[in-house]
């Protein structure tokens, strides 16, 4: 399906401050970036760089004074995600060198403290995609979806804790309980045809049987028409925008639509 989607934000900044944005995709599996737009007001310079994990990141200095940074973009993406029940889990010692980084703890995906409850979920799984297709579906029937129960502070242990969150702490606990298995796992950042409400969107991915494989525990059943942004250990990597000085975010809006 062609997409047409975006987001806008606006922010006040009361001095000068130094931001880092993550707001480009790129073509990739699933997607091909047909065109896109990219307005900064008021006019700003911009550097561009790619990051160790392949995103585009903007360096910029925000301006006192009203902010606005719009991104609208064409995309051609793929209809279904890829699904491979029974595919093998790959040992340790012969994964890529790029995937190991994904079997360690990091900041929100305490994956040394879940081991216990991941082997509970996985009982009875085939080792590789099996295994976390039952972490997806654990996560997306014993986890209820509901705004405002977490915060930039939620980690994985929080929400295995206390049962709630929003897409950012499902992704967060799945990566964890995957690495907990040995499994390497991703977060993905992006957006998603038909997401109710409408938002930018956080995922998984896990790499079994030499490739990644999306994982999304906030839905019932596998759904395409994705566009990647960005991926990461976890959301410290994925930010949207991470600023160095004070800013208020006044406003955002998304949009994705299908484009005939």
Not at 23 to 43: C, F, K, M, T, V
Not at 58 to 73: E, Y
Not at 176 to 194: D, F, N
Not at 250 to 255: H, K, L, P
């Amino acid at each position: 399906m062609k997409l047409f989607a975006g987001c806008e934000l606006i922010y006040d900044v009361p001095a000068p401050a130094p931001v880092v944005l993550m707001l480009r995709p790129r073509s990739g599996a699933g997607q091909w970036i047909i065109s896109e737009e990219y307005e900064i007001e008021p006019h700003t310079p911009v550097v561009e760089y790619t990051d160790t994990y392949g995103n585009l990141c903007q360096r910029l200095v925000a301006p006192a004074g009203p902010f606005k940074i719009r991104i609208s973009l064409t995309a051609e993406t793929a209809d279904a995600i890829d699904v491979a029940p029974g595919a093998p889990y790959v040992p340790v010692q012969d994964l890529p060198d790029d995937t190991l980084q994904f079997l360690l703890p990091s900041r929100y995906c305490q994956s040394d403290r879940l081991g216990p409850q991941a082997l509970d979920i996985t009982a009875g799984a085939i080792p590789g995609y099996d295994q976390v297709e039952a972490i997806r579906s654990w996560i997306q029937a014993h986890i209820t979806y509901q705004y405002g129960t977490s915060d930039a502070t939620t980690s994985a242990v929080d929400t295995a804790e206390k049962r709630m969150g929003v897409c950012r702490d499902f992704a967060h606990l799945g990566i964890a309980l995957c690495r907990s298995m040995s499994i390497p796992a991703r977060m993905v950042v992006g957006y998603l045809y038909q997401l109710d409400p409408m938002d930018l969107h956080a995922w998984f991915e896990a790499f079994i049987d030499g490739r990644w494989y999306t994982f999304d525990a906030t839905q019932k059943e596998p759904r395409g028409n994705r566009i990647v942004v960005a991926y990461g250990r976890d959301a410290a990597d994925v930010a949207l925008a991470t600023q160095y000085g004070p800013m208020t975010l006044q406003g955002m809006r998304v949009w994705v639509e299908e484009k005939k």
